[in-house]
């Protein structure tokens, strides 16, 4: 099935305000040695897109980023060692990088669990001010373009949280308006499930209650309505972290990483 209009203006966009961003975004891939995500890298940096860093796990010690990381987690009982061990790993060095300035972002989860590469980006970066929960959204483009933002919906939290709490929902929704203004260029107007179904030809955010819910509405969506979903990726944190699905494309690892570049601002 081709992808909906509203995919591939909102692709084609997405390129072009990351293409005339200065200075390019640097986006470290802790996967370096993945083919999809070497592949998309090079196709990234071909089209002048982003600045790509791949890291493949051989890289010399970095003590900046040991002492970075021994100082955010000292308190919940890291030794200095420790720290040494887990700065060295792909996952926690690019999130390291990008907690030190030394990346704008990074995208990972190819090779990786998404409890592994949410867990090294909230230990490392941490979470935005006045947020406690970091939690996932796809951008549903759909083919009815008179729906959201012009055929686009922000679909929130459909890959972390399993059963959020009042307050983590309420996190969801203040992290996914924010992605709303940053990613479609739209003001939001939110539909929190199930209770606003009446909502939903308004809203261009869709909140869900759990984790299940939002599954199966977002393939709902995407099979027998022929949408596009884009994602996921991640809200809430300090800096852009984004995580893949395991049986990632390297057109996935692409998107991600322009709206990784997005995120960076």
């Given at each position: 099935?081709?992808?909906?209009?509203?995919?591939i203006?909102?692709?084609?966009?997405?390129?072009?305000?990351?293409?005339?961003?200065?200075?390019?975004?640097?986006?470290?891939?802790?996967?370096?040695?993945?083919?999809?995500?070497?592949?998309?890298?090079?196709?990234?940096?071909r089209?002048?897109?982003?600045?790509?860093?791949?890291?493949?796990?051989?890289?010399?010690?970095e003590?900046?980023?040991?002492?970075?990381?021994?100082?955010?987690?000292r308190?919940?009982?890291?030794?200095?060692?420790?720290?040494?061990?887990?700065?060295?790993?792909?996952?926690?060095?690019?999130?390291?990088?990008?907690?030190?300035?030394?990346?704008?972002?990074?995208?990972?989860?190819?090779?990786?669990?998404?409890?592994?590469?949410?867990?090294?980006?909230?230990?490392?970066?941490?979470?935005?001010?006045?947020?406690?929960?970091?939690?996932?959204?796809f951008?549903?483009?759909?083919?009815?373009?008179?729906?959201?933002c012009?055929?686009?919906?922000?679909?929130?939290?459909?890959?972390?949280?399993?059963?959020?709490?009042?307050?983590?929902?309420?996190?969801?929704?203040?992290?996914?308006?924010?992605?709303?203004?940053q990613?479609?260029?739209?003001?939001?107007?939110?539909?929190?499930?199930?209770?606003?179904?009446?909502?939903?030809t308004?809203?261009?955010?869709?909140?869900?209650?759990?984790?299940?819910?939002?599954?199966?509405?977002?393939?709902?969506?995407?099979?027998?309505?022929?949408?596009?979903?884009?994602?996921?990726?991640?809200?809430?944190?300090?800096?852009?972290?984004?995580?893949?699905?395991?049986?990632?494309?390297?057109?996935?690892?692409?998107?991600?990483?322009?709206?990784?570049?997005l995120?960076?601002?």
């Open positions: 099935m081709s992808l909906p209009e509203s995919a203006e909102f692709l084609a966009g997405l390129e072009s305000r990351v293409r005339a961003a200065r200075p390019k975004k640097r986006i470290v891939f802790p996967e370096g040695r993945d083919p999809r995500v070497a592949g998309a890298a090079e196709r990234l940096a089209a002048g897109l982003i600045e790509p860093i791949l890291l493949t796990g051989s890289e010399p010690e003590p900046r980023y040991a002492q970075l990381y021994f100082e955010r987690r308190r919940r009982g890291v030794t200095e060692r420790e720290a040494r061990e887990i700065a060295a790993r792909p996952l926690y060095r690019a999130a390291l990088m990008v907690a030190a300035g030394d990346a704008d972002g990074t995208v990972g989860g190819a090779a990786n669990s998404t409890a592994e590469t949410v867990r090294a980006a909230l230990h490392a970066i941490g979470t935005a001010p006045g947020i406690r929960t970091v939690s996932s959204f951008i549903l483009a759909l083919r009815d373009r008179s729906l959201g012009g055929g686009l919906m922000i679909a929130a939290d459909c890959a972390v949280i399993v059963e959020p709490t009042a307050r983590e929902l309420s996190d969801i929704a203040e992290s996914a308006a924010a992605t709303a203004r990613v479609c260029s739209a003001e939001p107007v939110i539909a929190m499930l199930p209770d606003d179904i009446g909502k939903l308004q809203c261009n955010v869709i909140v869900f209650p759990n984790l299940n819910a939002a599954n199966i509405v977002y393939k709902l969506v995407e099979w027998l309505g022929g949408a596009a979903a884009i994602g996921p990726m991640l809200q809430g944190l300090a800096k852009p972290a984004n995580d893949l699905s395991r049986a990632c494309s390297i057109d996935d690892v692409y998107s991600v990483a322009l709206v990784t570049a995120q960076a601002g």
